[in-house]
């Protein structure tokens, strides 16, 4: 199931133009060549260096829910930023610990100036695991890309689950509190 995750042949990963479902550049290997996003994610994962996917409208629509999020998150991905979700789709990606952001308001990858290729960090999520919600956090690339992202973690109950690493390490740890 993790192999099928992006493999959708409807899918157009932009960093690997003239391909279609699950392949990506893999930036990892000498002139970062076209691989399978699985075989990519494993080499990330071994070096432990985090994902981000950067998308567009309705991220997530016709997805196999609740695998799909599954999938992105045993992918490596640790934070998806689309122009907006599908709705259930977007709560399974906080459930398997995965945090949506949303682009601000008439902002893209593209408008951005956004390639895939850049490194990206992250200021404020770190409040999450103070008790509170940010309404959105600082973004800034190695490429000198920087904007407020919107947090879509929409609930309480929604920011306890992404705190703890998705909804079953959450349940978990209330079961061991007792």
Known sequence: MIRGTFANIRLRNQIAPGTEGGFTRDFTQPDAPVSFIYDASRNYIEQGIPLVVLAGKEYGSGSSRDWAAKGTALLGVKAVIA?????IHRSNLIGMGVLPLQFPEGASAESLGLTGEETFSFAGVTELNEGRTPSTVKVTTDTGVEFDAVVRIDTPGEADYYRNGGIMQY????LIRG
């Open 83 to 87: 122009e907006s979700y599908e709705r």
């Open 171 to 174: 349940v978990l740890r209330n």
